[in-house]
């Protein structure tokens, strides 16, 4: 099972939306609408941002919105913030073995 | 409110074990998987294998085949994670996280695991 394909990096002004992709296969993403989204900003835990591909966690900012088509799930920042600069990893129940996505860095501009 | 606390750092040689706890408290043990997630200094993260509090079953990856034992104890509300024969590859920080339908939505605060002669 290999890993699920991000962008290494996206980038956005502030208020600017934007989007990262998770492109896996028709045994993971394609097939089951269980993607989740992990938000990690440097020397802190992952935190639960999305899960099964579009439903927010209680105290999540509706700012985060999740979506998929086909095998490629996606997140989308929208109204960009300082303090969503952080490294952001999906994650596609595929039976054994859990695979998580390849990660993206975020940088707001 | 529900919690995830690990054990804390370690420093190691090469060849030797190392066994990491995660204690969980807040909601009720066996009810729900408990996952180890690893990430090497820089890199993203890696699933490792799961445990079934309530009856001791595990899974984990083929990579960790022979490597990497995982254990509960219910009357305290811990899993265990212990690796073998560790190398320098092994340094990353371990984080225990538990399932709740398909999504990891609790992490433990992670625990260090340095490798080195």
């Known amino acids: 099972q290999s890993a699920l394909t991000q962008p290494a990096s996206v980038s956005g002004s502030p208020g600017q939306s934007i989007t990262i992709s998770c492109t896996g296969t028709s045994s993971d993403v394609g097939r089951f609408n269980l993607v989740s989204w992990y938000q990690q900003h440097p020397d802190a835990v992952p935190k639960l941002m999305i899960y099964?591909?579009?439903k927010r966690p209680s105290g999540v900012s509706n700012r985060f919105s999740g979506s998929k088509s086909g095998s490629t799930a996606s997140l989308t920042i929208s109204g960009l913030q300082a303090e969503d600069e952080a490294d952001y990893y999906c994650y596609s129940y595929a039976g054994n073995p859990y695979v998580f996505g390849t990660g993206t860095t975020v940088t707001v501009l | 409110q529900v919690q995830l606390v690990q054990s804390g750092g370690e420093v190691k040689k090469p060849g030797a074990s190392v066994r990491v706890s995660c204690k969980a408290s807040g909601y009720i043990f066996t009810d729900y998987y408990m996952h180890w997630v690893r990430q090497a200094p820089g890199q993203g993260l890696e699933w490792m294998g799961w445990?079934?509090?309530?009856?001791?079953?595990?899974s984990h990856t083929q990579k960790h085949q022979g490597w990497i034992t995982m254990s509960r104890d219910t009357s305290i509300n811990t899993v265990y994670m212990e690796l073998s024969s560790l190398r320098s590859d092994d340094t990353a920080v371990y984080y225990c996280?538990?399932?709740?339908?398909?999504?990891?939505?609790?992490w433990g605060q992670g625990t260090t695991v340095t490798v080195s002669s």
């Open positions: 996280a538990r399932e709740s339908g398909s999504r990891m939505d609790v």
């Open positions: 099964d591909v579009d």
């Open positions: 445990i079934k509090p309530d009856n001791g079953a595990t």
